[in-house]
């Protein structure tokens, strides 16, 4: 991963409903534009706060997660039967070349974003497949999130996406964050 991932202590903040404020479940769901069948993974899940929303929508939802005290903390809460708990680094996934139909990240790309993991996403993304990120932006106040030194731009993130065979979609910078759609 990259600079750090979010601390396990403070885990708890990762559940609080004000996250939909920066990607609703429903603007997620349209950007993933997967079919009810579909398998999906959410990249840095965490205590699978956004594999939530998603699960109910998919066949199924592999939560990855490099940290397995946040799965179980996770399973603690309860993991749908639709999900499936993957402890391991984005640049490292455990899936065959083209098995997810559509990937997504929620406010993880900047610890994860490196040509190493964004070659395996291209790699376990089908073509034709989407992977749709949610980040804080550089460009932002900074009133949330990480470090500004530890983010990156939306023109940065579209830049690796497509110098690792993407094709992007949409890129837009909103005041604290960015989104970016990139279709392999």
Do not use: I, N
């Not at 997967?34 to 205590?47: Q, R």
């Not at 070659?119 to 992977?131: D, K």
């Not at 460009?139 to 940065?156: K, L, Q, S, Y």
């Amino acid at each position: 991963m990259g600079f750090h991932t979010f601390d396990v202590d403070r885990a708890d903040a990762l559940e609080d409903p004000g996250r939909f404020r920066y990607c609703s479940a429903e603007e997620l769901l349209a950007a993933l534009a997967t079919a009810p069948d579909a398998a999906v993974a959410d990249l840095g899940s965490g205590t699978g706060f956004y594999t939530d929303a998603v699960a109910p929508r998919v066949g199924t939802c592999y939560a990855v997660d490099v940290q397995a005290e946040m799965h179980d903390l996770y399973r603690e809460k309860g993991v749908p039967e639709t999900v499936e708990t993957v402890t391991a680094g984005v640049d490292d996934l455990p899936f065959a070349a083209d098995a997810l139909d559509a990937a997504f990240s929620t406010m993880t790309y900047h610890e994860y974003a490196s040509d190493a993991s964004l070659a395996e996403l291209a790699r376990v993304v089908r073509p034709g497949g989407r992977v749709v990120t949610v980040d804080w932006t550089r460009d932002g106040p900074g009133e949330a999130g990480p470090p500004r030194d530890e983010r990156f731009g939306v023109g940065d993130a579209a830049s690796a996406f497509e110098d690792a065979g993407f094709t992007v979609e949409r890129a837009e910078t909103r005041r604290e964050t960015f989104v970016c759609v990139a279709r392999r």
